[in-house]
Each structure stands twice: as structure tokens, then as C-alpha cells.
């Protein structure tokens, strides 16, 4: 079946740093792929999302290119704030369905 | 901007008893979703409804779930006889299903967190 796997966190990182969290996903059609966040004590936004193969999507600086070759959609930062600490989750959803498919999350936490 | 509420935020209950987890979508939206996050695991999906009706469920929907639209702007998911391992936060999520319901945004509710004794 369908699922998606991303790297384990936390990731630390100082502010200004370069951020990456993969995602690689299996699906049988041609899903859309999501990256939602979620802050402390707060439900689940979408940053962004790419529908199609070579799609980039992008948001608050935040990237991610639908890879279908690689099966991936790293997401990237490159310079991060304290701000952006959260729990990022990548997500997809297949074709003739509307479930959203998670990731396990990776905790990212950025320090001054 | 228009947001997903949920309520409670936090339920608290006995083995064995019933609980009611109340949402209210986006105004506009046509599809609903209850997915849930046991402590420390993935997000799960549980449930779609469309036009009245369940769209497509999981394995771990079973008989004791169910989920209704009761007056047009709510959304519940009744737990019938919860049990040890219900424990987890519950999010509503909800879409216009624009172009189409698998590439369309899901925006979630804040959540409700199930705890059961």
C-alpha cells in the first residue's frame, strides 16, 4: 500500500542554518504530496504542497520538488529561525482518494 | 481567515462509556475527515464523508465508530464504548474538494485529545 517515510528527528540546528528534512514516498498512481506543520500546542497547517511531477512547492521560504524519478519531496530552508520549531509532517494522497497518507513528523528544533 | 474548531479540547472518560467529538468545518467545505495521533505515533486517517455519506474508511473505523452531520454545520464522530487504546488526539479536517478531493488542501482543527481511564 501507499506510505510515506521521513527522517527520524529531532533536528537541531542553529538560526541561519540550512534546513533539510526528507520524504520519499510509494504510491501505486500518481499522488499529490503535502507538508503539513505543527506548532506547540496547535493542530495541523499546510506549509505547502506539489500536485504533479516537477512541481515546486513553496511557502514562508519553505520548498519542496516533487521528485517522481526519486520518489521524493525533501523539504528545504535555507536559513532557518526559532520561529520554524515544529513538528514538520510530509503527506500524500493518491489518486481517487482524498485520505492523506503521514509521515511519522521530525521535530525540528532551532536554537539562537 | 475561515478555521476548523473542534470542541472539547480536552475529554476525558471512562472504559466502556460513549464520547461525542463535535467539529465545525469551513463553511463552504464539502468533504470532512476525522483522522487521529496516538502519543508519539503517525497521524492516521480514519474516516471521509461526502454528501452524507461515509466516502472511505480505515481498518481501525470499525462498528464501535461512527460519524454524522446532524444539522448541516457540525460534524461528530461518536466513539460508542471507548476502550484503553482510543487515547489519542482527534483532528477534524475539512476541503472544498477543489480541482478534485486528492489534490485539494485539508484544513484541520486545533483537535481533541481523548484521554480514556
Same mark, same amino acid.
Given at each position: 500500500?501507499?506510505?510515506?517515510?521521513?527522517?527520524?528527528?529531532?533536528?537541531?540546528?542553529?538560526?541561519?542554518?540550512?534546513?533539510?528534512? *526528507? #520524504? +520519499?514516498?510509494?504510491?501505486?498512481?500518481?499522488?499529490?504530496? %503535502?507538508? !503539513?506543520?505543527? !506548532?506547540?500546542?496547535?493542530?495541523?497547517?499546510?506549509?505547502?504542497?506539489?500536485?504533479?511531477?516537477?512541481?515546486?512547492?513553496? *511557502?514562508?521560504?519553505?520548498?519542496?520538488? !516533487?521528485?517522481?524519478?526519486?520518489?521524493?519531496?525533501?523539504?528545504?530552508?535555507?536559513?532557518?529561525?526559532?520561529?520554524? @520549531?515544529?513538528?514538520?509532517?510530509?503527506?500524500? @494522497?493518491?489518486?481517487?482518494?482524498?485520505?492523506?497518507?503521514?509521515?511519522?513528523?521530525?521535530?525540528?528544533?532551532?536554537?539562537? | 481567515?475561515?478555521?476548523?474548531?473542534?470542541?472539547?479540547?480536552?475529554?476525558?472518560?471512562?472504559?466502556?462509556?460513549?464520547?461525542?467529538?463535535? #467539529?465545525?468545518?469551513?463553511?463552504?467545505?464539502?468533504? %470532512?475527515?476525522?483522522?487521529?495521533?496516538?502519543?508519539?505515533?503517525?497521524?492516521?486517517?480514519?474516516?471521509?464523508?461526502? *454528501?452524507?455519506?461515509?466516502?472511505?474508511?480505515?481498518?481501525?473505523?470499525?462498528?464501535?465508530?461512527?460519524?454524522?452531520?446532524?444539522?448541516?454545520?457540525?460534524?461528530?464522530?461518536?466513539?460508542?464504548?471507548?476502550?484503553?487504546?482510543?487515547?489519542?488526539?482527534?483532528? #477534524?479536517?475539512?476541503?472544498?474538494?477543489?480541482?478534485?478531493?486528492?489534490?485539494?488542501?485539508?484544513?484541520?482543527?486545533?483537535? +481533541?485529545?481523548?484521554?480514556?481511564?
Amino acid at each position: 500500500g501507499d506510505s510515506v517515510t521521513q527522517m527520524e528527528g529531532p533536528v537541531t540546528l542553529s538560526e541561519e542554518a540550512f534546513l533539510t528534512i *526528507n #520524504c +520519499t514516498y510509494t504510491a501505486t498512481g500518481y499522488p499529490s504530496l %503535502f507538508w !503539513y506543520v505543527q !506548532y506547540p500546542g496547535e493542530g495541523l497547517q499546510l506549509l505547502l504542497k506539489a500536485t504533479k511531477a516537477d512541481d515546486k512547492g513553496s *511557502n514562508k521560504g519553505f520548498e519542496a520538488t !516533487y521528485r517522481k524519478e526519486t520518489t521524493s519531496f525533501h523539504l528545504e530552508k535555507g536559513s532557518v529561525q526559532v520561529s520554524d @520549531s515544529a513538528v514538520y509532517f510530509c503527506a500524500l @494522497s493518491d489518486q481517487g482518494t482524498d485520505k492523506l497518507i503521514f509521515g511519522t513528523g521530525t521535530r525540528l528544533q532551532v536554537f539562537p | 481567515e475561515p478555521e476548523v474548531t473542534q470542541t472539547p479540547s480536552h475529554q476525558v472518560t471512562q472504559m466502556g462509556q460513549e464520547v461525542i467529538l463535535r #467539529c465545525v468545518p469551513i463553511s463552504n467545505h464539502l468533504y %470532512f475527515y476525522w483522522y487521529r495521533q496516538i502519543l508519539g505515533q503517525k497521524v492516521e486517517f480514519l474516516v471521509s464523508f461526502y *454528501n452524507n455519506e461515509i466516502s472511505e474508511k480505515s481498518e481501525i473505523f470499525d462498528d464501535q465508530f461512527s460519524v454524522e452531520r446532524p444539522d448541516g454545520s457540525n460534524f461528530t464522530l461518536k466513539i460508542r464504548s471507548t476502550k484503553l487504546e482510543d487515547s489519542a488526539m482527534y483532528f #477534524c479536517a475539512s476541503s472544498g474538494g477543489q480541482p478534485s478531493p486528492s489534490t485539494d488542501t485539508q484544513y484541520f482543527g486545533p483537535g +481533541t485529545r481523548l484521554t480514556v481511564l
